[in-house]
């Protein structure tokens, strides 16, 4: 059984004016690899360095919704040295989008699967509270936020250009996110999509976790079912990250809201049309990302978000049969506090693999950093 060893940490994108976080990373071309992160304004950079004690808690005041947040790209070598500087991609007109999640398809297209929050005036509060996709943030921004759906952007050009927002089709019977305006487009996304034979498959969460699928390259999308949800409403069903293994079989994996982070798991054996009975698995973590490796293994990341507080992994079989035996390995231990994760690896053309995720270190700047790691395919390391 090949282990898992870390070879070595690197900052890939740090500025203590915006909150940077839930990264994705994709090979493009021969020693190029293009991240993808949401930014968004980080507004205690406007705080004076000296505050009076009963200010001291704004140092912490930060929120995952702000009305300016933004998909942004950067291209990097191998060795994490900055090949392109960040760049946002151009933005959605009415909306503020989230989380990054990056397919390369075989012919070369790039996917880009994210979701939306529309920003309401507090103005309105009377109107929308009600409405079941109104978010109301932890930290006062001055607006409330509707959740605007599930979309994707194509890009045949590895990152230069993007196509406009593509909305999911409707999560079937699910209430409209603005009555008789807005239906329910797909969900939110974070997690791995898969290219299978034919199609494209992309997972996404909110009334539990659901499937979509395409045909033809990304360009269209229909639903195909539900992959699991909690009918006793004691779990959140979240961010489910899907694998293909070599037997066919797919497994995905989902984090739990209301069960200790515990790592939630489920399988298709007919091409995501079906499920089994969802399991709850020993591994703790916030979420998951699944990577299948060159040598036939596969590598499961994901955040750690208890003390101490970072970033972990497991090297699983094939057909990730051994999910809650396979050993752990702690890649980063040293987070500041629990508001860090989001892994997303990649192999490298050199057989390392790159996981990265966003961090909280001292200075409580929420920014993207990588890890380096040896999963038995560089030369010299032991099978």
């Given amino acids: 059984m090949t282990l898992l060893k870390k070879i070595s940490d690197c900052v890939l994108y740090h500025d203590p004016r915006f909150y940077a976080s839930f990264p994705a990373v994709v090979n493009i071309q021969e020693n190029r690899l293009l991240l993808m992160f949401r930014r968004a304004r980080d507004l205690r950079w406007l705080l004076p360095t000296e505050l009076a004690e009963e200010q001291i808690k704004l140092r912490n005041q930060v929120d995952h919704v702000d009305s300016r947040s933004q998909l942004t790209q950067m291209i990097f070598d191998q060795h994490g040295h900055v090949l392109e500087p960040a760049q946002a991609l151009p933005v959605n007109p009415e909306a503020a989008d989230q989380d990054a999640s990056l397919l390369r398809l075989r012919n070369g297209t790039l996917l880009v699967a994210s979701f939306s929050w529309y920003p309401v005036a507090a103005s309105l509060e009377p109107v929308v509270k009600h409405w079941p996709s109104c978010l109301t943030p932890r930290v006062g921004r001055g607006s409330l936020y509707l959740f605007w759906g599930g979309f994707v952007r194509l890009s045949h050009d590895n ?5 406009e927002h593509q909305y999911l089709p409707v999560l ?3 209430e409209d996110l603005v009555p008789g305006k807005r239906p329910h487009f797909g969900g939110a996304i974070r997690g791995q999509a898969i290219e299978t034979a034919s199609e494209i498959l992309l997972a996404t969460y909110g009334t539990g976790s659901h499937v979509y699928a395409s045909a033809d390259d990304g360009v269209t999308w ?3 079912s539900c992959i699991a949800e909690d009918e006793s409403k004691r779990l959140q069903l979240n961010e489910p990250s899907l694998v293909a293994c ?3 079989k797919l497994v995905a994996f989902m984090r739990s809201e209301g069960g ?6 489920a399988e298709s054996f007919d091409n995501g049309y079906s499920w089994t009975q969802w399991r709850e698995r020993e591994v703790m973590g916030h979420p998951f990302h699944v990577l299948p490796l060159r040598n036939g293994q596969v590598l499961l990341s994901y955040g750690y978000r208890h003390k101490p507080f970072g970033i972990r992994a497991r090297l699983l079989d094939a057909e990730c049969d051994n999910v809650n035996t396979a050993p752990e390995v702690i890649l980063r231990d040293d987070g500041a506090c629990a508001d860090l994760g989001y892994p997303w690896a990649a192999q490298l053309d050199d057989g390392r693999v ?3 995720y966003y961090f909280t270190g001292s200075d409580g700047v929420r920014h993207i950093a990588a890890t380096w790691c040896d999963t038995g395919n560089l030369p010299g390391s032991l099978g």
Avoid: A, E, F
């Fill in 246 to 248: 070599p037997s066919g």
């Fill in 260 to 265: 200790d982070d515990r790592l939630v798991t």
């Fill in 159 to 163: 990152g230069k250009s993007w196509s």
């Fill in 222 to 224: 229909r639903y195909r």
């Fill in 172 to 174: 079937p019977d699910t």
């Fill in 354 to 356: 790159m996981v990265v």
